[in-house]
C-alpha cells in the first residue's frame, strides 16, 4: 500500500511539474518581419522614405526632381542632378498612339472609367552605402512610372584628439502636413553629423522631422555643416 501511495504521489508531482511548465511558457518562436531587419539595414546605411502621392490622383501633374545642396545656412547649387528627372503620376490611353492603345488595354488599366493605364501612388527614396565611404548611393522611384540611381559627394570629418578623417552622414523626413498640391515640396535630408564644443561629442541631434522653412530659428539645420534636400516640384499638365 505504501509502495502504491508513492507511486501516486510520484505520478501527481511529475503532472504538477509538466503543468507549472506550460503555464510558465511565455516566450515562443516566430518568424522575424521585414521590421525587424530594419534596425540591421540602417546600422549599415540603408534609409529608405515613402511618400503617398494619392491624393495628386485627382488630376495629372508632372514630378520633377532635384537635388539642393547646402553648407551651413548657404544654398551652394539648386540641383546637385545632371539633369532634372521628370515624371508623371500618371499614363493615360490618350498619351499611346491609337494604333498601340488595344495591345495596353488588353495587358490591364489602373483606372478603365478614367482611361487610365497606369496609376502612381507613392514616391520612394532609398539611401545605400556606396563602393566609398566618400560617396553614398541614393535611388528615386515613382510608382508604375520609372526611377533613377545615382551618388552624392559627402564632405569629410576630422577626429581632433588623432587627426582621423572619416564620413558620417545622416537622414531626416520633412513635415508634410501643409505640403502644397503644386509647386516645390522638400522631402528628405542628407546631412553631416557635427562636433558640439559643449559635450565634446560628434552628434545629429534635433527635431525628428525637419520643418521646410530651414531659416526656422532654433532648427537643427543651422548645425549641419553640409547637407543635401531631396524635393519634387509638382506642377499641373493641361
Known sequence: MRRFLKHIACICICIAIASSAAVGQTITSQPATFEDYMPLLQDKG????????SGLSDHKVQLAFTIREYEGDKLVKDNVLPWTHEY??????????????????????DDPERGILHLAKKITIGLMPADADSLKRFSVSVENMGSFL?????KPLTVKETGKVFYAYNTRP?????????????LVLLGSIWWDEQVNVFRFCGENEIDPDLSVE???VHF??????????IQPVD
Not at 46 to 53: N, S
Not at 174 to 186: H, I, S
Request: net charge negative; proline share 7%; charged share 25%.
Open 46 to 53: 540603408f534609409d529608405a522614405y515613402v511618400f503617398d502621392i
Open 88 to 109: 508623371s503620376n500618371m499614363l493615360l490611353l490618350t498619351d499611346i498612339p491609337e494604333e498601340y492603345r488595344q495591345s495596353w488595354i488588353e495587358d490591364g488599366m
Open 150 to 154: 545615382n551618388q552624392l559627394e559627402l
Open 174 to 186: 520633412f513635415k508634410l502636413d501643409k505640403a502644397p498640391a503644386e509647386g516645390y515640396v522638400p
Open 218 to 220: 532654433k532648427s537643427m
Open 224 to 233: 549641419i555643416p553640409h547637407y543635401y534636400v531631396f524635393g519634387v516640384d
